[in-house]
């Protein structure tokens, strides 16, 4: 494809509403793309379908959720256009591309490249070492829609060590902390750190940005419920995640959730509680003690507060005590 050609397809996206009104900004950017990269592309990608062009891309337009996250010309091997998502698919990439038998355009549906259009996309790390968080938007918009709550609005980024240490250090931890024990941290600045050899961590930095981190409960629940959405959402959309805190889940799954009585998806519901809490509805630590507080532990129901409060922090031993015969 020419850059001519290139423009004209530009032309088209002009044309097209609001939503797409990003794209053309893009594009002088997307035109002087270097064609002799060694990254990834899209062509090895193993289930795409071909929509046509016309009703179904402007139904996805019109749906509100729909994000352009990139305009491309040439790295993508054959392949440029404009991308985007939908919130209710955020895996799989929809792109409009020149229709090659027609004047005008067709949409291909890629299946799964969101992770993948994400790492070849990212314009401000160009020719150097990217510190996009992997799959960022689509994750917080996952987040989002699951927990019932805004998007996260922090700003994401990958970090060495070094950056981490000095995070840290702004944040006064305590000076002989290693970085290197850090997966992720939330700054004051709303920004979210993640370590860079540990991208499959900016789900689980994702969801305490929705959840609010601590706010309203221990930072030992916040952890294993951040943990168990970061799982479901792991299997329901493919987001990259490795699993942490493993005793901290172990309590929250065998002594909190069968006791709640939540049902299938406990964990999910109960964060729904915890990041939609406060504003007029009774505390979410307090909720969840009441809600445990029954027969034996109704006399203990103070007791499962004080485990419960943010005050109670990462020590999960009060609550034990508390919730043990
Ligand atoms: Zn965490």
Redesign the pocket.
Known sequence: MRRRQLEDFVGILAALPDALAIAVEDAAWAADIDPHTDQDTLDDLDEKAVVHWGETFAEVLNNAGVRLIYVASTPLTDLYGAFCYSVEAPQDVLAVLPDPDAPGAQMVVYRGAAPKLHRVANPRGRGQRTSACPNEDPIRHAVAELLGVPAPTAACRLVGPAEMKKALDEHDWPANTDPNTF??FHTDDNEILVARKAPWSVL??EV?AALV?DRDVARWL??AL??EVSEYLHETKGFDWRP??PEQRRILNQEILPRLRLGENGAVKLARVVAQGGEGKMRPDRRIARGLARGRLRRRKRALERALHTRAGDDMNPFIEAITP
């Open positions: 997966y992720g689980h930095e305490h981190d916040c952890e951040t943990e942490t805190y």
